[in-house]
């Protein structure tokens, strides 16, 4: 199968208004593409289809990211396709990994990484400069991981002057981030349409810029560089245009103005710099923006669309709701809530489970592989055959072969296992020795009696009695006065929790 049906089939899909009820992407008059200066026009990498069914798995995400890797393309990349693309693109704001992973199995091109959200999610506090940069790269590393659609993170203010913008940049582009919003409050910053925002000097604000393109040029790479400007609220509508003028040319990518408070606002925003694409942030629930749905802020001029409040809003409600039922000694009602089957494939259990396979073996395959001499297997039977004259291969197997099996073998045996010298061994074979296993359970797995110097080859066999040279041992025993009947050589635990004793008989 070609590259080009790979595509087709596996990646996930921007659907076209007319193809899905789900649909992200809207392109009622199908205008014609427009010419976005500073990208290179690329092919569409998710062509219009319908949305990933509940199905979306593992293997799925796999060559979706297998096929992007083979045509050498990007999460940065993959968003540039996006903003190339007609219409507009939306993106709900996720606040975790589980959230992000909803927003791609509902057939989203692309989705935002709050910082409202993800410190009310991760910290539990208000979003009023608190959550420091390494918890966000942290929390959008967890996201970018769980998710192929492109994810645009929010880096604040850059958490300090353009040295720290050049930081983030970078730690944002190895978190796995396809793009990354740096606006101009000074620290502590505030949610955008909250009071007591205030901006740092348009000078200061162009230099942050220019610091991130810096950050991405020395980083290899083509992450998206989201120029975005308080000053709408902070000083005035004319600063924030004339700010959003000054990224354009400081080289930024998308421009955003946040808290734009009218349509007539948002159309001045649209006409600056036409070939760049803007940025709209419906703020759900009573924002200082007018919400709009898709088509009115294409006609409009806007290009992608965040909705920064959805996602963590309901999942607020929806707890609040749950709990309250649980204390007045109810559960969620079903229609709240899905099934526990709906929850295992959501978060991929079906598909580990089948991945599993792959990987299992039979549970009557020995551990130890260099003979079938002790298998440490959790059952508590053992069949224990002593060969006494002929070759191992020649034995026959009588037993149940579900059962793993201690096979002791002769000195034939174990003249193929060890190379030592049989001189120096001889005198030990007229000894006895007992070697007994007990598992971590405290049962018994193994309790077999064998010819001294044939333990010294198990040493080979079984990891736990690597290393332990029995002949020596036996050696000093016989110096000190020759070892007595029931004397323990050996007693510990191995690796696995098994005790091995050895016992002169």
């Not at 309790?447 to 041992?473: K, T, Y």
Request: glycine share 10%; proline share 7%.
């Amino acid at each position: 199968m070609g590259l080009s049906s790979i595509l087709l089939l596996q990646a996930p899909p921007i659907p076209s208004l007319s193809s899905s009820t789900h649909s992200c992407c809207y392109s009622p008059s199908l205008p014609p593409p427009c010419t976005i200066s500073k990208l290179q026009r690329r092919p569409q990498l998710f062509p219009s289809a319908s949305p990933p069914t509940p199905g979306w798995n593992l293997s799925r995400k796999r060559c979706a990211l297998a096929a992007r890797a083979a045509a050498g393309g990007s999460a940065a990349e993959a968003l540039r396709r996006i903003l190339e693309s007609p219409g507009i693109h939306q993106g709900p704001a996720c606040f975790d990994a589980l959230s992000g992973r909803l927003v791609e199995r509902a057939g989203f091109p692309l989705c935002f990484m709050s910082g409202f959200s993800v410190s009310a999610a991760r910290l539990g506090l208000p979003d009023v400069g608190l959550i420091s940069y390494g918890e966000m790269a942290d929390q959008g590393r967890q996201i970018t991981q769980a998710v192929t659609i492109p994810v645009i993170g929010d880096g604040d203010n850059g958490y300090g002057n353009a040295m720290n913008v050049k930081r983030t940049v970078k730690g944002f582009i190895q978190a796995g981030f396809a793009g990354i919003i740096i606006e101009d409050q000074v620290s502590p910053k505030a949610c955008g349409h909250t009071r007591g925002r205030k901006v740092v000097s348009r000078e200061e604000a162009v230099m942050h810029i220019k610091a991130a393109i810096d950050a991405r040029r020395e980083s290899g790479s083509d992450i998206v560089i989201v120029a975005r400007t308080d000053s709408r609220q902070a000083v005035s509508l004319e600063e924030s245009l004339r700010r959003s003028r000054a990224f354009a040319d400081a080289g930024a990518d998308v421009l955003f103005i946040d808290a734009l408070a009218s349509r007539e606002e948002m159309k001045a925003f649209c006409e600056i710099s036409p070939l760049l694409p803007k940025m709209a942030n419906m703020l759900e629930g009573g924002g200082k923006t007018p919400i709009l749905n898709p088509v009115e802020l294409e006609e409009i001029g806007f290009k992608i669309v965040s909705y920064p409040l959805s996602l963590i809003g309901v999942s607020i409600r929806a707890m609040e709701d749950a709990l309250a039922a649980i204390k007045s000694g109810r559960v969620p009602p079903p229609g709240s809530l899905p099934s526990f089957d709906e929850i295992k494939d959501t978060l991929g259990f079906n598909d580990y489970y089948e991945e599993e396979k792959r990987y299992s073996i039979s549970p009557s395959q020995p551990s130890y592989q260099r003979g079938t001499v002790y298998s440490p297997g959790m059952s508590s039977a053992y069949n224990t055959k002593l060969t006494t004259g002929e070759r191992p291969e020649q034995s026959q197997r009588a037993d149940d072969p579900s059962e793993p099996v201690v096979e002791v073998v002769t000195p034939y045996v174990y003249d193929n296992f060890s190379s030592g010298d049989r001189s120096r061994q001889s005198g030990m074979w007229s000894r006895t020795l007992r070697l007994k296993i007990t598992g971590r359970n405290g049962l018994e797995k193994l309790d077999v009696r064998i010819p001294a110097g044939f333990l010294e080859g198990m040493a080979g066999i079984i990891p736990g009695l690597g290393g332990v040279n029995i002949m020596q041992m036996l050696e000093d025993a016989s110096i000190e006065g020759g070892p007595e009947s029931g004397k323990i050589l050996l007693d510990f635990n191995d690796a696995m929790g098994d005790r091995i004793q050895v016992f002169v008989e």
